[in-house]
Nanobody
Framework: QVQLVESGGGLVQAGGSLRVSCAVSGHLYSSHALGWFRQAPGKEREFVAAIKWSDGTAYYLDSLKGRFTMSRDNVKNTVYLLMNSLKPEDTAVYYC??????????????WGQGTQVTVSS
């Protein structure tokens, strides 16, 4: 089990950028995938992006490709989500998760408490 703490959320105007971070404590195995999910009011949590801890391969929700970039810092045990050209519909609580199975079992992942991102129009 790992512990995750998100930070960096806030209020940003449409068209702006924001980078959220997720600091991980505990042991990460090479099989781990770290992911970002988001949940807007009244909606289900949805996948945003994930990265393989072993080699840094990242994959994204198709509709977010080109605007969002996920990266990792192995030394700091931290992952980041850089969000560009933000839109009001990106407003949500962003959660960081760690799935030891590499992204095939997010329902069993460890999760952080989330960080609020609000995009004003």
């Amino acid at each position: 089990q790992v512990q995750l703490v998100e930070s960096g959320g806030g209020l940003v105007q449409a068209g702006g950028s924001l980078r959220v971070s997720c600091a991980v404590s505990g042991h990460l195995y090479s099989s781990h995938a770290l992911g970002w999910f988001r949940q807007a009011p009244g909606k289900e949590r949805e996948f945003v992006a994930a990265i393989k801890w072993s080699d840094g391969t990242a994959y994204y929700l198709d509709s977010l490709k080109g605007r969002f970039t996920m990266s990792r810092d192995n030394v700091k045990n931290t992952v980041y989500l850089l969000m560009n050209s933000l839109k009001p519909e990106d407003t949500a609580v962003y959660y960081c998760g760690a799935d030891r199975t590499g992204g095939s079992s997010w329902h069993l992942a460890d999760w952080g408490q989330g960080t609020q991102v609000t995009v004003s129009s």
